[in-house]
């Protein structure tokens, strides 16, 4: 009998993680994934909570994890989820974040384009089917919502899914905020499935009070801290000038892959047409944009090596936040000040100056709901069972305001 090929991984979070089967560890062992390990779960996030250095690669190899214990609390309830159905919903699962570039988001709002990392992902899952020949067309269903089996796409990609389940665990434990820590594994016990959805015992009520709560939490601690606002911004500006010298024929790096983007505007069309489009995508990681942000910090153009001080010295600028609109004549004064402080920038004071708008979605009314499974087996929606979420508001969304400036403005 053919021995089932099988990986240990000790997580820090989960524990012990068994690995089972051939095509999960092949999509482990491929290039495209083992990138991931050089992708940043928080981008610069570790500028605060300085133990935030996790990676994607952990983030996906965890979410996997509560994949398999999601699929065996559902088939110990009575639920037919066939071994290539479990697999599937594996390497899904596995897959969802593979289409991240580098820190994140950062490319995604500078020199990429209007692409986003789900529709990469969807692209570079194509690319690794083709390679496994052929394996992984039920995972690519499962992903894409089109397999017959919702509640499968619903643990992926949902309200209460556990890709949201991992990070959460994942980025508390790495960044120090308690506040994130939630029951995975109460939630996944008390986790049923009526007419092909999620359903959650009535039991678990709190237990996903719990998770939403931290996740509100996480978004304004860790996630839209206001520092870590203004360094995610930074690079995004960083990148946005030096595509700008790029159209002026400026020299920038040695990078093939960086340069690729740099110096070509790529559009949605080009990366879903153009196979070299993904081909140098996949090539980019964290550690191509920290070399180039470190080479220029000595470029001669002083706004971009400026902006790539403060990050390489963590001189942010000063982020403030508010619950209402900034008001635009502060905005143009603060702007005015930048010619005498920072007389180099003063053609650019968009980079230096800037204001917008963050948002905080705990629960989405409009959305998939939450539903839990009453003790007369009946179906009510989280608002209804949930004291908290009843007087929630409709839209279920909070909003800051920041407003970013050089600190010698202030």
Same mark, same amino acid.
């Given at each position: ?7 240990? $991984? ?44 996790? =990676? @994607? ?40 974040? $593979? ?11 500078? $020199? ?11 692209? $570079? ?12 067309y039920m995972a690519l269903e499962i992903f894409n919502g089109t397999y017959e089996k919702k509640f499968l796409t619903q643990l992926i990609s949902s309200q209460l899914d556990v890709d949201r389940m991992d990070y959460l ?26 007419? #092909? ?70 559009? @949605? ?15 980019? #990681? #964290? ?22 001080? @403060? ?12 619950? =209402? ?70 839209a279920g969304i909070t909003e800051k305001y920041y407003l970013c400036y050089p600190k010698s403005l202030k």
């Amino acid at each position: 009998m053919r021995k089932t090929a099988k990986k240990i $991984i000790n997580d820090p979070v989960h524990g012990f993680i068994t690995i089972s089967g051939q095509v999960l560890l092949d999509i482990i062992q491929h290039p495209y994934f083992q990138r991931l390990r050089r992708i940043s779960q928080l981008g610069l996030t570790h500028l605060v909570y300085p133990g935030a250095m996790h =990676t @994607r690669f952990q983030h996906a190899i965890g979410a996997m994890f509560l994949m398999d214990e999601a699929l065996k609390n559902l088939r110990e309830r009575g639920h037919n989820i066939g071994k290539w159905e479990a697999e599937g919903a594996k390497a899904a699962i596995l897959l969802h974040d $593979i289409g991240h570039g580098p820190f994140s988001h950062a490319l995604e709002n500078s $020199i990429v384009g209007s692409v986003s990392h789900e529709e990469i992902s969807r692209m $570079i899952m194509w690319e690794i089917n083709e390679h496994l020949e052929g394996k992984l067309y039920m995972a690519l269903e499962i992903f894409n919502g089109t397999y017959e089996k919702k509640f499968l796409t619903q643990l992926i990609s949902s309200q209460l899914d556990v890709d949201r389940m991992d990070y959460l665990r994942r980025d508390s434990f790495y960044t120090g905020v308690s506040e994130g820590v939630i029951g995975t594994q109460r939630i996944l016990k008390m986790l049923d499935v009526r007419d #092909d959805s999620l359903v959650v015992e009535e039991k678990g009520i709190y237990s996903i009070d719990n998770f939403l709560n931290s996740r509100r939490i996480m978004y304004w601690q860790v996630y839209l801290h206001k520092t870590v606002l203004s360094a995610e911004f930074t690079l995004i500006n960083i990148l946005k000038r030096a595509k700008e010298l790029s159209k002026r024929g400026e020299d920038l790096s040695d990078n093939e892959a960086l340069n690729f983007f740099l110096y070509n505007d790529i559009s @949605r069309h080009d990366f879903k047409h153009e196979e070299e489009c993904l081909e140098m995508f996949v090539q980019l #990681d #964290d550690f191509d944009i920290l070399s180039a942000v470190k080479k220029w910090t000595r470029h001669p153009d002083p706004v971009l090596s400026d902006l790539c001080s @403060r990050i390489t010295d963590r001189r942010l600028l000063k982020t403030e936040l508010s619950n =209402t609109p900034f008001d635009e004549g502060r905005v143009q004064e603060l702007r005015e000040k930048l010619k005498q402080t920072l007389p180099f920038a003063a053609d650019t004071p968009e980079y230096y100056v800037f204001t917008g708008k963050s948002s905080n979605n705990s629960y989405d009314f409009t959305r998939d709901n939450i539903n839990f499974r009453m003790k007369d087996g009946s179906i009510k929606e989280l608002s209804d069972v949930s004291d908290q979420w009843k007087a929630a508001s409709p839209a279920g969304i909070t909003e800051k305001y920041y407003l970013c400036y050089p600190k010698s403005l202030k």
